[in-house]
Every structure is written in C-alpha cells, then in structure tokens.
C-alpha cells in the first residue's frame, strides 16, 4: 500500500510542476514595463565571479572567522581505570 501512495504522491507532484512550468510564460520578459530601465549585462567571468566565486569565498572567509574567534576548549576525557574484580 505504501508503494501505490508514493507512487500517487510523485505523480500529483509531478503534475503540479508541469502545470506551473506551463502556466509561466517566458514570452512575458520581453515586454518593458514603464519605468524599465535595465543596465549593461554581466560577462560571463563577471558571473561566475559573482555567482560561483563570491560565494564561496564568502563561506570560508566566515568558516575562517569561526575557526579562529572559537574559544571553546577541547575537552579530552580520561580512561576510566579498570575495576579490581
């Protein structure tokens, strides 16, 4: 029974997505509104620069950050001695 729910459920969401791939038309971006004024498009190293390498960059300049502001002590625990039988 579950196979027949999951098989229902991936259905109606993939349903769902065409439905709306459907319904958003593309053809809408090429008509101006008023007061639209769009700039100079991004190159293609301008994009990866700010889409894929800023990010990154981003994220280690923080892990960084964390790493070396942490103040926690490393907390080593001891064996425990073995009981005399």
């Keep these: 029974m579950d196979k027949k ?8 969401a993939a349903g769902t997505a065409l439905m709306m791939l459907l319904m958003t038309s593309p053809a809408l971006a090429l008509t101006r509104d008023d007061g639209d004024d769009p700039g100079p498009g991004l190159s293609v190293v301008e ?9 990154i960059a981003l994220f280690l300049l923080i892990t960084g950050a964390v790493m070396v502001l942490d103040r926690s ?3 080593h625990t001891k064996p425990k001695a073995k009981a005399q039988a």
């Design 47 to 55: 994009t990866l620069g700010w889409f894929v390498v800023a990010p």
């Design 73 to 75: 002590t490393v907390r």
């Design 5 to 12: 729910n999951a098989l229902r459920a991936g259905a109606l």
